[in-house]
Structures are given as structure tokens and as C-alpha cells.
Nanobody, 125 residues
Framework: QVQLQESGPGLVKPSQMLSLTCTVS??????????WSWIRQPPGEGLERMGA???????YYSPSLNSRVSISRDTSKNQFSLQLDSVTPEDTAVYYC?????????????????WGKGTLVAVSS
């Protein structure tokens, strides 16, 4: 059973960088051919894919966030991380990490089978 756990600060100031880490247990983030993704849900809105890092370290970023988002990994800790630059209050959301079991260089929410519980990040001064 794969388990994912998000961690990071719950409050970030505007214009700063949001950094979150997802710790994975019960499976390796280097297992072919899966990917590991970040998704967020602003209050009252739907889910938004942010990006993913594949088993081989390749990445996909949402075009709407491409210039601000970065996803990296630490295979020794079985963790992957999200960095979102220049945040605004519109980046306030519950942030989830999830395993993508069907990854083709892109993915959809239906392609994810294990999710973390999510962590609320508020952007406010």
C-alpha cells in the first residue's frame, strides 16, 4: 500500500516561494513507469494539476504555471518536492501529492491512484 504525506509551512507571504515535500512509503519513486504529481484545490474551486516528476526524473509542468513551478526529488529519502515562486493570495489552496499510475508525459486526475491527505497553504501577509 503506497502512502504519501505532504509537509511544509501552512503560511507563506506574498512574493515569496512556497515549498512543500511529499514523503512516499510503500513504494519507490523510481519504479517504472510511474510519476509523482502535485495537485492543488483553491477554496471553492476544482482540482488543478501543477506538474509531475516521472520515475526517470523527467518533469511535466502545467502550462499555466510553467514559469513559476519546479518539481524535484531526493531518491535517497524517497521524497519529491514542489517549489512555487512569486506566490500571491490566489495561490492559497489545499495542496496534494499523488502517484500517477498512467503517465504519458502528461496526466489527468483519473490517472492517479494514491493521494496524500493534503495540506492547506495560505498566502497572506
Amino acid at each position: 500500500q503506497v502512502q504519501l504525506q505532504e509537509s511544509g509551512p501552512g503560511l507563506v507571504k506574498p512574493s515569496q516561494m512556497l515549498s512543500l515535500t511529499c514523503t512516499v512509503s510503500g513504494g519507490s519513486i523510481t519504479t517504472s513507469y510511474y510519476a509523482w504529481s502535485w495537485i492543488r484545490q483553491p477554496p471553492g474551486e476544482g482540482l488543478e494539476r501543477m506538474g509531475a516528476i516521472a520515475y526517470d526524473g523527467s518533469t511535466y509542468y502545467s502550462p499555466s504555471l510553467n514559469s513559476r513551478v519546479s518539481i524535484s526529488r531526493d531518491t535517497s529519502k524517497n521524497q519529491f518536492s514542489l517549489q512555487l515562486d512569486s506566490v500571491t493570495p490566489e495561490d492559497t489552496a489545499v495542496y496534494y501529492c499523488a502517484k500517477v499510475y498512467r503517465y504519458y508525459g502528461d496526466y489527468d486526475t483519473e490517472d492517479m491512484d494514491y493521494w496524500g491527505k493534503g495540506t492547506l497553504v495560505a498566502v497572506s501577509s
